[in-house]
């Protein structure tokens, strides 16, 4: 069985910053694009930023230049660096990952979620 266990969540004031981490466990091979979704109060979950497994990354416009997607492969763990956080970043954030398991393949990887919330 494969598990995300997500952590670093919590209360910053507006231009702050916190980092969050994603380690994958379990029976695994392999694991492909990792990345992270945040879903606010009312909307519905979002891409915030992806990466490869070679270390390409795609980001959501709303966050460019402010927040930084990396891996460990050797530690099956993303990370989120969040700078210049804004009020509008406050959500539930999930990371995502695309692992080959013992049980195959499956891209419905997903943690627990960690809240994120920006507010003076």
């Known amino acids: 069985q494969v598990q995300l266990v997500e952590s670093g969540g919590g209360l910053v004031q507006p231009g702050g910053s916190l980092r969050l981490s994603c380690a994958a466990s379990g029976s695994i091979f392999n694991i492909n694009a990792m990345g992270w979704y945040r879903q606010a109060p009312g909307k519905e979950r979002e891409l915030v930023a992806a990466i490869t497994r070679g270390g390409s990354t795609n980001y959501a416009d709303s966050v460019k230049g402010r927040f930084t997607i990396s891996r460990d492969n050797a530690k099956n763990t993303v990370y989120l660096q969040m700078n210049s956080l804004k009020p509008e970043d406050t959500a539930v954030y999930y990371c995502?990952?695309?692992?080959?398991?013992?049980?195959?393949?499956?891209?419905?990887?997903w943690g627990q979620g960690t809240q994120v919330t920006v507010s003076s």
């Open positions: 995502n990952a695309e692992i080959w398991s013992i049980r195959g393949y499956s891209s419905d990887n």
